[in-house]
């Protein structure tokens, strides 16, 4: 079992729908990111989380420490939201600054 | 300011061959860390390099070395290369003690063939 557990893999919506993607994790944390990649493959770091919600735009991301999971929500879905959605996580456990990620999400929003 | 930088962004190889992958990280930032990311999978680690010496390392055989220079630009090597090893390799950057934000490069693209 992966340490970070991403649902869905792929995610198909129309534009405009809201969108949810979850991430479990099984480790203790310190800290959690949820980036995007393009297709060509560059990531960008969209939040970094340890408690709590935080929201950017039409992006917000939360955190249940005590489940173990995380949601990246998307409001007002657009056709350029397209990308991989990826979770990835610092453990408590490891010393440095190492990420252990999820194997991400395929969204794909329609016009 | 300049995010990171990896070079080349595109590089065909032959099995057995040995390839450099470079990386400059975000001006500021003094930590460098390197992932491998095969198709349709999340990234993986494979080592993090700091004060120009490997700190930590993943899960990945000998053939795969590091370096770091005193300007925080590092390279990653990888000897004997095999078909398997045909993957994203990403670089991201980050400064010690900032609280774990990162900066990720664009990525090389490896085939070995």
């Known amino acids: 079992k992966n340490e970070v557990e991403q649902s869905p893999q792929n995610l198909t919506a129309q534009e405009g729908e809201f969108i949810t993607i979850n991430c479990s994790y099984s480790?203790?944390?310190?800290?959690l990111h949820w980036l995007q990649q393009h297709p060509g493959g560059g990531i960008v770091s969209l939040f970094m989380?340890?408690?709590g919600k935080k929201k950017h735009g039409r992006l917000i991301a939360t955190i249940n420490i005590q489940e173990k999971h995380s949601s990246l929500h998307i409001t007002a879905s657009h056709p350029r939201d397209s990308a991989v959605y990826i979770c990835?996580?610092?453990?408590?456990?490891?010393?440095?600054?190492?990420?252990?990620f999820g194997e991400g999400t395929q969204l794909t929003v329609n016009p | 300011d300049a995010g990171v930088t990896q070079s080349p962004t595109h590089l065909i190889k032959t099995r057995g061959q040995q390839v450099t992958l470079r990386c400059s990280p975000k001006?500021?930032?003094?930590?460098v860390s390197w992932y491998q990311q095969a198709l349709g999978q999340g990234p993986q680690f494979i080592f993090q390099?700091?004060?120009?010496?490997?700190?930590q390392r993943g899960n990945f055989p000998d053939r795969f070395s590091g370096h770091q220079f005193p300007n925080y630009s590092s390279e990653l090597n990888v000897n004997a290369l095999l078909l398997g090893d045909s993957a994203l390799y990403l670089c991201?950057?980050?400064?010690?003690?900032?609280?774990?934000?990162?900066?990720f490069g664009s990525g090389t693209r490896l085939t070995v063939v």
């Open positions: 991201a950057s980050s400064l010690v003690g900032s609280g774990y934000g990162y900066t």
């Open positions: 480790v203790g944390i310190s800290a």
């Open positions: 989380l340890s408690s």
């Open positions: 990835a996580v610092r453990s408590e456990e490891t010393s440095g600054s190492r990420l252990t």
């Open positions: 001006s500021g930032h003094d930590t």
């Open positions: 390099y700091y004060e120009e010496e490997e700190r």
